[in-house]
């Protein structure tokens, strides 16, 4: 079992800047990448930003040049550094890993409102 715990997220005016985390917890040195996920109101969870545990790295073309991840692998946290923000980027962020212990598992954080007035 792994439980994700994030950390961060609220409001902010268009232009600003905005820090999440993700602890994970338990089973972690099974863990294998550690994403960041948003959602809208009636849309589906859409995949902002990728970190593998052998350290590639994946953005969604929306956020390329604004958003940066980065995992600290010892402590079993991994970040997302939001600048220049943008109305858009107002969702319920999410992190997800996986790991694979005879078969996939998948993890879920509880999920942050990022709000980004105009």
């Known amino acids: 079992q792994v439980q994700l715990v994030q950390s961060g997220g609220g409001w902010v005016q268009a232009g600003g800047s905005m820090r999440l985390s993700c602890a994970a917890s338990?089973?972690?040195?099974?863990?294998?990448?550690m994403d960041w996920y948003r959602q809208t109101l009636g849309s589906q969870r859409e995949k902002v930003a990728a970190?593998?545990?052998?350290?590639?790295?994946k953005y969604a073309d929306s956020v390329k040049g604004r958003f940066t991840i980065s995992r600290d692998h010892a402590n079993h946290t991994v970040y997302l550094q939001m600048n220049m923000l943008k109305p858009e980027d107002t969702a319920v962020y999410y992190c997800?890993?996986?790991?694979?212990?005879?078969?996939?598992?998948?993890?879920w954080g509880q999920g942050t409102q990022v709000t980004v007035s105009s």
């Open positions: 997800y890993t996986n790991l694979e212990l005879g078969g996939l598992y998948e993890y």
């Open positions: 338990g089973i972690t040195y099974s863990i294998n990448t």
């Open positions: 970190a593998s545990s052998d350290g590639r790295i």
